[in-house]
């Protein structure tokens, strides 16, 4: 057991630990916000709102995370309108901004069939009360539909949070040093191909697991008081 | 601005993109036959209960659904999987052995990770499946060979065709993976048409374009089977 | 799960027949395929530049047959352990680090190596090294991943940006388009780059850093061997002594790099 090399593997990946993080939370909190946005817009009536939600969606559920990636990042990156625009730069320039932003895009859409899931499963006759009793359109989404959306869909978008934690992992193709970028680093110059590969996926199964058992205190904290 | 779009078709780029999406289709569906028959065989332990392996079943779904795609498809390409080759080989495919070993390791890779998800919604059709119609037919004295085949895999199959078509789609996009390991797949020809022809943007488009239409057409495809299947099986 | 189960049958297959890896009378070479001038492969996988025509070159002494596999470059050494080919041959230089997993024939070739920067860059006119090295303290350097270059890098300029990429491709998209403020390279690879059109506004960097001012840097090109093929390795290394002899590396050499850069046997 060459302690050395453990040793080495464990400091050297875990520095890509707060990176995955980072990656991982700011990419769901926008994608949550536009998630939440696309789903109005796709219960709304408005045809053409509804109708782009459902095309964003579409597309984004339909292709590979990787590919949304190399678009963004390589492909945008090939045009001189984009590179001389700071705001733009600023965006894909980087790879760590350029991941988040298509990470963010990426689970926009799966948010908004998270959401719009639990959107639809409210009851009709909570609304009808709701109307009946006089409240506008906002405070009834405000008290009535998002916080019982929020709870339906907790269990579905914990799981999302997962799968938005394995997806950093493709930023290391775009030179960010997460979790699996440093990890391939590693492996390239010591070969220790297991071991490495191995330390890396226990960071990542301790963070989901940290993750899971949080979103289940969550859960059971919504469900059980008010019953 | 360099579009590209004539690149793509003069550079014969065209034709290789294509045979890149066919490659993707063969390892999709390979990797989805052999994750679906890992995802019955594991499914069935787990909802059987079987000691231990079910505590096994346990630890491959978990460690597999938590642990990034990339990596595992990372560790099985570069650890020395010589044994690979050598079924390879041992089934008279010496050849495809070492031209298909990316071929082979990507439809094991992926198998694996699919076979995880395919678990569960076995598992969860399972778990569906009223309890009383067991129970009924083990009353009727049925032999349970036959109790299998008439009432459960009927209703698993029906209650588990949604979670199947989300496993699917899941597996086609994750074959996009193995391109970072060599496999000449569509991401994989995409990537090297991008950088040979320095026009990223349109061969990413492009690649794009055809996973969205191998999306599309599967799950009409799917939709038609579950009409099917709801059909049949009005009892 | 899978493996285990994979194993077992590994095992059982293995009464069914030997390995043959190989047909008889072929030698399997590994190589990158995607790094000019030395190994280019096209979309039908045909191989072409200096690693290819050497590889013909011994193939042709040991009177065997060549077949090339084309083979994402920090996967060259886990993939020849794993025997899916039989030699590396693949602008790959020897290092220590390598050593401990391969061993290598003699060296065939040694190259020097340049950073490259935009012409308007401050470290365009820089000629000593020392100036070099304080110069790059904090900016964004481009390497491939695995290679002696990337080693250089993080050993001598650890206060500067290491970037790594998979591929020389997706490293010369970047500096291009400006992710990256400079590249390091061996100078036929950066050549190359430059002779492209996108390179217009590229230049090398004066200061020209040799193999051997580092170990990082390695001692010379070498065909990667397996550990245990002591007999091959004798055989290739022979092959290499003749073709050196005959002048027919210093032909290739000059024909993909414009300069020779082959080594006689000792």
């Known amino acids: 057991m060459d302690w050395d090399l453990l040793h080495r593997a464990v400091t050297t990946i875990g520095k890509g630990v707060g990176t995955t993080l980072t990656l991982a939370s700011v990419s769901l909190a926008i994608g949550f ?58 965006v894909i320039g980087g790879g760590m901004h350029c991941a988040i932003m298509a990470l963010a895009l990426n689970t926009a859409a799966y948010t ?116 | ?198 026009s990223p943007f349109i061969f990413y488009l492009v690649a794009g374009a055809v996973y969205l239409a191998i999306t599309f057409v599967s799950q009409s495809g799917f939709k038609r089977a579950e009409r099917a299947l709801v059909l049949k099986g009005r009892a | 799960m899978k493996l285990k189960l994979l194993s077992l049958a590994a095992v059982l297959a293995c009464g069914l027949g030997p390995v043959a890896h190989a047909a008889e009378g072929e030698l399997v070479i590994g190589t990158e395929g995607a790094y000019p001038p030395f190994s280019m492969a096209d ?34 050494i886990p993939a020849l352990n794993a025997k899916r080919f039989d030699v590396i041959i693949s602008g790959m230089s020897i290092t220590d680090e390598r050593q401990k997993q391969i061993d290598f024939s003699n060296s065939y070739g040694e190259f020097p190596n340049q950073f490259v920067v935009k012409k308007e860059s401050e470290l365009a006119g820089v000629k000593d090294f020392d100036t070099l090295k304080k110069d790059l303290s904090g900016l964004r350097i481009g390497v491939q991943s695995g290679t002696t270059h990337a080693a250089y890098v993080e050993k001598n300029m650890p206060d500067a940006q290491l970037m790594t990429y998979d591929t020389l491709d997706q490293m010369q998209i970047d500096l291009s388009s400006g992710r990256l403020d400079t590249s390091f390279a061996d100078t036929s690879a950066q050549n190359d780059f430059l002779a492209k059109p996108e390179a217009a506004d590229f230049q090398l960097v004066g200061v020209v850093i040799d193999s051997a001012s580092d170990a990082t840097l390695g001692k010379g090109l070498g065909i990667g061997i397996r550990k245990d093929e002591g007999e091959l390795k004798e055989r290739i290394n022979q092959a290499l002594c003749d073709l050196g002899e005959e002048g027919t590396l210093k032909t290739a050499s000059e024909k993909w790099f414009k300069l020779d850069i082959s080594q006689k046997c000792k």
């Not at chain 1, 193709?173 to 990890?183: D, K, S």
């Not at chain 2, 999406?21 to 063969?26: G, K, Y």
Request: aromatic letters at 10%; proline letters at 3%.
């Open chain 1, 33 to 90: 916000c536009l998630g939440l946005g696309l789903a109005v817009m796709r219960v709304s009536g408005n045809r053409l709102m509804s109708g782009f939600a459902e095309y964003y969606s579409a597309v984004f559920r339909g292709t590979p995370l990787l590919v949304q990636l190399f678009l963004f990042y390589y492909g945008l990156g090939q045009f001189d309108f984009v590179r001389d625009n700071p705001v733009l730069w600023w």
């Open chain 1, 112 to 227: 908004s069939e998270i959401l719009r899931g639990g959107l639809i499963s409210i009851p009709a006759g909570l609304i009808e009360a709701a109307k009946a009793a006089g409240m506008s359109r906002a405070l009834r989404f405000r008290r009535i539909e998002f916080p019982l959306a929020i709870r339906q869909a907790l269990p579905a978008y914990g799981n999302e949070m997962v799968l938005v934690i394995k997806g950093t992992s493709l930023a290391s193709t775009i030179t960010v040093l997460e979790i699996t970028g440093h990890a391939k680093r590693l492996m390239s110059q010591t070969y220790a191909i297991f071991e490495i590969f191995t330390i890396a996926g226990i960071f990542y199964l301790l963070i989901n697991a940290a993750l899971i058992l949080a979103i289940r205190r969550i859960e059971n904290r919504l469900t059980s008081p008010g019953r």
């Open chain 2, 1 to 198: 601005m360099e579009f590209g779009l004539m690149q793509l078709w003069e550079g014969g780029w065209a034709g290789a993109l294509l045979r890149g999406a066919s490659v993707t289709i063969l390892v999709g569906v390979g990797a989805m036959l052999l994750g679906l028959a890992t995802g019955i065989a594991c499914g069935l332990i787990k909802w059987a209960r079987v000691v231990p392996l079910n505590w096994l079943v346990d630890i491959y779904t978990t460690v597999v659904r938590g642990v990034p795609e990339l990596l595992i498809i990372y560790l099985l390409f570069f650890s020395s999987v010589e044994f690979v080759a050598r079924i390879g080989t041992a089934f008279g495919w010496a050849g495809l052995a070492e031209t298909g070993y990316p071929f082979l390791i990507g439809i094991i890779a992926i198998g694996a990770i699919s076979g995880s998800y395919s678990t569960e919604v076995v598992r969860g059709a399972l778990a569906a499946i009223p309890t009383g119609h067991v129970e009924a037919a083990r009353a009727l004295g049925m032999p349970k060979a036959r109790i299998f085949r008439r009432i459960i895999l009927p209703q698993m199959l029906r209650i588990a065709a949604p979670g199947v078509n989300n496993v699917w789609q899941a597996t086609m996009k994750d074959t996009a993976l193995i391109s970072v390991v060599g496999l000449q797949e569509l991401m994989r020809t995409a990537f090297v048409g991008a950088g040979s022809t320095r």
């Open chain 3, 43 to 76: 979309a039908n996988g045909n191989v072409t530049g200096f690693d290819a025509d050497v590889g013909n070159a011994v193939c042709e002494k040991l009177q065997l047959k060549c077949r090339f596999v084309v083979q994402a470059f920090d996967g060259l």
